[in-house]
């Protein structure tokens, strides 16, 4: 779980569940060098119907305030089952819906299915946030924002860490900012490594904040008791 911050304050507002394998031989794995693969043969159901239901039941467990977020395959909203899913994970964990928010990236609405767009409708009804996960590198990324009941716009890492490297991602990433404002979305920055990215962005006032400055990824039972601080705003 990697923590999201609130970046005026440094409190943590919740944490992104990031699926780790420890493989017996070869060590631990990223979810890059497996997830692709779970998608090609057909195991990413059970995969992502397994983070969801694991990851909510050890969210219930933490202060109320502090929310998950959990990421979804774009071949899970191709399985009708997902509702059903999403519905159960809650029900067996007793996290309210409020807590969960789905990342999805933008190649889940690529195919402009009346069903996807039906699935992300009852999800949302439920009360489960819907972030749009690496915003910014996808195509069409405007008009799905319009079209579909997005809460959150994740900005991608690349444009954060190209901030005071590459000249046009601070307007890139300012403009993102004032979209998301203007349309009643939080707005979280991933990738946050240096000290002047994080004073840039919350001085422009982007709302979230995520990255290996403010803390990596850790198992669930190394997370930090109670409400806890993190001195970096
Ligand atoms: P993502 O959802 O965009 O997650 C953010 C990735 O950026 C994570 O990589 C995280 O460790 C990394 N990251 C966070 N802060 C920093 C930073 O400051 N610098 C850099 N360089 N990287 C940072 P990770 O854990 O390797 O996950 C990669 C991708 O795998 C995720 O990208 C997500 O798309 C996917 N993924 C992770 N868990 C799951 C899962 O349970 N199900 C599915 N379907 N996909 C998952
Ligand atoms: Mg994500
Ligand atoms: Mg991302």
């Not at 928010?101 to 039906?118: K, Y």
């Not at 489960?128 to 996960?133: F, N, T």
């Not at 069409?140 to 590459?166: A, C, H, Q, V, W």
Request: glycine share 10%.
């Amino acid at each position: 779980y990697q923590p999201l911050i609130d970046l005026a304050t440094g409190g943590v507002e919740g944490y992104e569940a990031l699926l780790r394998w420890n493989h017996p031989e070869r060590g631990p794995l990223y979810p890059d060098s497996f997830i692709p693969l779970a998608e090609e043969i057909g195991l990413i159901d059970v995969i992502g119907q397994y983070v969801l239901q694991f990851a909510c039941r050890e969210a219930a467990t933490w202060p109320r305030h502090v929310k998950l977020a959990v990421n979804a395959s774009p071949l899970q909203f191709r399985n009708g089952n997902l509702l059903n899913i999403v519905v159960q994970a809650l029900a067996m964990s007793g996290l309210e819906p409020a807590r969960l928010e789905l990342e999805i990236t933008e190649a889940v609405l690529m195919d402009r299915s009346a069903q996807v767009a039906t699935l992300l409708d009852n999800i949302r009804a439920l009360g489960v946030g819907i972030s749009m996960d690496d915003f910014g590198t996808g195509y069409s990324s405007l008009s799905y924002l319009m079209n579909y009941p997005f809460t959150k716009i994740k900005i991608d890492k690349s444009f954060i860490m190209g901030l005071g490297r590459e000249p046009n991602s601070k307007a890139v990433v300012s403009a993102i900012i004032g979209l998301g404002r203007s349309l009643g979305m939080t707005v979280t920055a991933e990738g946050i490594e240096m000290p002047e990215h994080l004073d840039y962005l919350r001085d422009i006032g982007c709302g979230q904040g995520q990255g290996y400055l403010i803390g990596r990824a850790i198992p669930g039972d190394q997370l930090p008791q109670e409400d806890e601080r993190r001195n970096v705003a």
